[in-house]
Nanobody
Framework: QVQLVESGGGLVQAGGSLRLSCAASGRAFTSYVMGWFRQAPGKEREFVAS????????YYVDSVKDRFTISRDNAKNTLYLQMNSLKPEDTAVYYCAGRPGVFSTSRVSASEFKDWGQGTQVTVSS
């Protein structure tokens, strides 16, 4: 099990950038598949990106490809999400999450992930 704490959210204009961080405690982080999810008001929690622990494989939802980059630093037990060219529709609470096991592009539903942070608000103004 890992405890996760997100930071880096805020208010930004459309076209701007933000970098989210997720600090993890617990040795399991280095063997966890990690992901970012988001939830806008009145909508279901949505998968954004995931990253494997062994080879650093990544996977993104189509709407953020070429704009967002997920990465991890296992030495620092930290997960990142670099968000560029932000759009108003990216406005949401962003959550980091983790699960044990192997990386898979078919295991990206929220129910697959075991541990969750408390979320950080990202607001993109037009």
């Amino acid at each position: 099990q890992v405890q996760l704490v997100e930071s880096g959210g805020g208010l930004v204009q459309a076209g701007g950038s933000l970098r989210l961080s997720c600090a993890a405690s617990g040795r399991a982080f280095t063997s966890y598949v990690m992901g970012w999810f988001r939830q806008a008001p009145g909508k279901e929690r949505e998968f954004v990106a995931s990253i494997g622990w062994r080879y650093g494989n990544t996977y993104y939802v189509d709407s953020v490809k070429d704009r967002f980059t997920i990465s991890r630093d296992n030495a620092k037990n930290t997960l990142y999400l670099q968000m560029n060219s932000l759009k108003p529709e990216d406005t949401a609470v962003y959550y980091c999450a983790g699960r044990p096991g192997v990386f898979s592009t078919s295991r990206v539903s929220a129910s697959e992930f075991k541990d969750w942070g408390q979320g950080t608000q990202v607001t993109v103004s037009s």
